[in-house]
């Protein structure tokens, strides 16, 4: 379903069979929302979001290429996050006999202008999928397009901002004993001890090579978020607390209580394709109640 959202930029809605929603914005590709069967918002958008360019959206699943964070010549996380993106008009094909029918299909694709930033030919096409029980799946496919025989090199991320109720309560599982490049220490290179990870103050991590199954578990309000990942060995786990919360225009001074950032990523190592190569990068997640998953 096709519709205006706010300051009439184009979305989409999905919706799936037990009531489970998402909600996706044409500008920046953006998941914006994703509601289980309860109508709970799942992902954290600012109440200060602005939703209109050039900025891009404080909150869902801003997309980070061709650059993830600072480190190169473009703006912070790339531009694909400000763009406006289309259905895609010719679509990947779906495995047969696909039952699901709550997915969407955008295009992004090089324009003159951004060829004077960042000199290649590209096509990413993002599929957002709302699977039968609710779970959120992005794949990437980015293709290098270039006419004139050249490589590209890129970072990337699904900067996913996860709603939780109180970021003291929240344990991150899948990450203990892994290598980070720590963003608040000039990404200097640490490794994660001990147990899973808490939070208590500002926290700007690039968690090395981690296992594809991440868990973020919610303790109360009994929900754990499992982020599963392919073709993205890093990830990003991001909190600015109340110092950096306040310097952000587009964010509460409090709002860091109820979000965090867990982001499958490619950060350390970029990705090169050759002219006609593509790339393919997932994220899927699924929220459950906490009980399903103690002792595992
Ligand atoms: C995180 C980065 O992914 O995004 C942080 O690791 C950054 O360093 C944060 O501050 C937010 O970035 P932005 O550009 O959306 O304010």
Not at 120 to 149: A, K, Q, W
Not at 179 to 204: C, H, P, W
Not at 255 to 276: N, R, S, T
């Amino acid at each position: 379903e096709l519709c205006k959202g706010l300051n009439g930029i184009d979305k989409v809605i999905l919706r799936e069979v037990r009531g489970c929603s998402a909600q996706v914005y044409l500008y920046g590709g953006q998941v914006i929302s994703w509601k289980n069967e309860y109508g709970e918002e799942l992902l954290f958008v600012s109440s200060k979001a602005v939703f209109k360019p050039p900025k891009a959206i404080r909150g869902g699943i801003p997309i980070c290429f061709p650059q993830f964070g600072s480190q190169g010549s473009l703006e912070q996380h790339g531009f694909a996050r400000n763009r406006l993106w289309s259905i895609d008009p010719d679509p990947p094909p779906f495995p047969v006999n696909n039952p699901n029918k709550a997915f969407v299909d955008l295009i992004l694709k090089h324009s003159e202008e951004d060829m004077k930033i960042w000199p290649h030919r590209y096509e990413f096409r993002l599929r957002i999928t709302l699977g039968p029980g609710g779970d959120l799946m992005l794949t990437s496919r980015i293709r290098n397009t270039n006419t004139d025989g050249k490589s590209f090199a890129f970072t990337f991320a699904y900067h996913t901002y996860l709603a939780v109720s109180d970021i003291s309560e929240v344990r991150v599982e899948g990450l203990e004993t892994l290598d980070y490049l720590d963003n608040m220490k000039d990404k200097e290179r640490f490794t994660e001890q001990g147990d899973a990870i808490t939070f208590e103050s500002e926290v700007d991590k690039v968690y090395l090579s981690t296992p594809t199954k991440i868990a973020i578990l919610d303790h109360e309000r009994k929900r754990t978020f499992v982020l599963r990942k392919d073709g993205l060995p890093d990830a990003v786990v991001w909190n600015p607390w109340d110092k950096k919360a306040k310097a952000m225009p587009d964010f509460g001074d409090d709002e860091y209580k109820h979000m965090l950032c867990v982001e499958a990523a490619c950060v350390e190592k970029p990705i090169i394709l050759k002219p006609g190569e593509e790339w393919r990068g997932r994220q899927e997640i699924s929220a459950v109640p906490s009980s399903y998953c103690s002792g595992q």
